[in-house]
């Protein structure tokens, strides 16, 4: 593994169902985020976690939930998945909260029907 | 909430300098990031100001201006792998980024 992956690819997932998007990095980051990436609103920040054993609220977390019971793993849980999920989902990592630019995982589309 | 502002569109010609202009309203200011996105890709670092003035790396230069909530993306001697979304980001002051929602560039030859 080099950088950030990012599963699935691309889903498409019938409503109220749950999904869970995962998260991937390998560069010993202490800094995770989650983004969705809609046309004309520019990327918005779901959840984040500044260091292993935390997690921290973004500007859309409603119907999301996170984990990050390691450095290198942050899994995204939609748990009753809604039409208005629909949208492109992009894991991204720093070095910590403070400093240092994101790194950004290939992103998952996932379209809810 | 945050407020980034930035043109939707812009053309340039092969070979040309194309400037993206951002503003920004937000709480707290740590610094601003451009991104660079092309259609179906992640972002990817292209630069960072928390200073005044201007940085420049290679064909790419940021400018920054705090007390105007301003900066800009200057772009030259324009390649068609230029062709992409430019996106402005800003780290407030609980070190949160906020995105503009980005503007695309069309090289033209």
């Known amino acids: 593994i080099a950088g950030i992956t990012q599963a699935p690819t691309s889903q498409i997932l019938a409503a109220g169902r749950r999904m869970t998007l995962r998260c991937t990095q390998d560069?010993?980051?202490?800094?995770m985020y989650w983004y969705r990436q809609d046309l004309g609103l520019g990327l918005r920040l779901i959840h984040y976690?500044?260091?292993?054993?935390?997690?921290g609220k973004g500007e859309v977390p409603d119907g999301y939930s996170v984990s990050r019971a390691n450095t290198d793993d942050f899994p995204l849980t939609l748990a009753s998945a809604v039409p208005s999920q629909t949208s492109v989902y992009f894991c991204?990592?720093?070095?910590?909260?403070?400093?240092?630019?994101?790194?950004f995982g290939p992103g998952t589309r996932l379209t809810v029907l | 909430g945050q407020n980034i502002d930035q043109p939707t569109e812009m053309t340039a010609t092969e070979g040309a300098i194309v400037q993206i202009n951002c503003t920004y309203q937000?709480?707290?200011?740590?610094?601003l990031f451009w991104y660079q996105q092309h259609a179906g890709e992640a972002p990817t670092f292209l630069s960072y100001?928390?200073?005044?003035g201007l940085e420049e790396k290679g064909r790419f230069s940021s400018f920054l201006s705090r007390s105007k909530g301003y900066s800009y993306l200057l772009l030259k001697e324009l390649q068609m792998k230029d062709s992409a979304s430019y996106l402005c980001?800003?780290?407030?002051?609980?070190?949160?980024?906020?995105f503009g929602a980005g503007t695309t560039v069309t090289v033209r030859a």
């Open positions: 991204a990592s720093s070095y910590d909260s403070e400093g240092g630019e994101q790194f």
């Open positions: 560069m010993r980051h202490n800094a």
């Open positions: 976690s500044n260091t292993a054993g935390t997690t």
């Open positions: 937000t709480s707290g200011f740590n610094g």
């Open positions: 100001n928390v200073l005044d």
């Open positions: 980001a800003v780290r407030d002051g609980d070190y949160k980024l906020s």
